[in-house]
Every structure is written in C-alpha cells, then in structure tokens.
C-alpha cells in the first residue's frame, strides 16, 4: 500500500520501515535530473524537515521527510545515475528507507485517491 503527502513525495510501508522517493508526478514537473543528495545512514529525521535534494536542469527541489524516523537505508543506485528517479520514480528510483518513529503515522497521509483528486 502506498501514501502520498501533499510535498510530491510517496511511501510504502513494509514491517516499520517506509521506503520513500517522489511521485511520477513530481519528477515529470522537474525534468531530467542531474544531481541526488541523500541523506546519510542514521540521520534521524523530522517530519516536514528537509531530507534530501534532487536537482534538475530546471531547478533544486528539497525532499522533506514525510514522517519522523531514522534513515536504515539509502539508494546508492539514485546517488550514482539521477536519470533512474525520472525512469522509474516510483520502483527503481526511490530514495531513502525509512524505520518510522510512529508507525500508526503512516495512516495519516494521502491515500492514492486523495493524491490523485490533488494532482488531477
């Protein structure tokens, strides 16, 4: 099951931990990307904090941390070839792990609908 935030970013959860990038949507609005920031294991995160940064030829786009949590997992792959967050942003070109703070949090945040009704 995947959520959304009102910030272009999505989520899934699985076992507490939230695997998180930008949606389709987000990355077909910034262009080609150049250059992903991620950041590094441990960090622990706020939500609604800055948490990554993806740079297209267009502009520089802050990911926020959608919910509070610890980073347990980077996308090395991402880092390495931005053009795979455009390619496949909601599968090959996530960004970051996640182990949520509050895992009941997750239910707060947009559902596909929801997220759909936003971007329509």
């Known amino acids: 099951m995947?959520?959304?935030t009102e910030e272009h970013e999505w989520l899934a959860l699985e076992g507490g931990v939230a695997t998180i990038g930008i949606t389709r949507h987000a990355a077909e609005l910034l262009g080609?990307?150049?250059?992903v920031q991620l950041p590094d294991?441990?960090?622990r995160l706020d939500?609604?904090?800055?948490?990554?940064?993806?740079?297209s030829v267009?502009?520089?786009?802050?990911?926020?941390?959608?919910?509070?949590?610890?980073?347990?997992e980077i996308n090395r792959a991402a880092v390495d070839?931005?053009?795979?967050?455009?390619?496949?942003?909601?599968?090959?070109?996530?960004?970051?792990?996640?182990?949520l703070a509050d895992v009941k949090a997750f239910d707060s945040l947009m559902d596909e609908a929801q997220y759909t009704k936003l971007t329509g």
């Not at 939500?47 to 740079?55: D, I, R, T």
């Not at 267009?58 to 347990?72: I, N, R, T, Y």
Request: glycine share 14%; hydrophobic share 45%; no cysteine.
């Open 2 to 4: 995947l959520r959304y």
């Open 58 to 72: 267009k502009a520089a786009s802050d990911v926020f941390a959608p919910l509070a949590g610890e980073v347990v």
């Open 41 to 43: 294991l441990g960090t």
């Open 32 to 35: 080609d990307l150049v250059f």
């Open 81 to 99: 070839s931005p053009g795979l967050v455009n390619e496949d942003p909601q599968g090959k070109g996530w960004l970051f792990k996640l182990k």
């Open 47 to 55: 939500k609604g904090g800055p948490a990554a940064v993806v740079e």
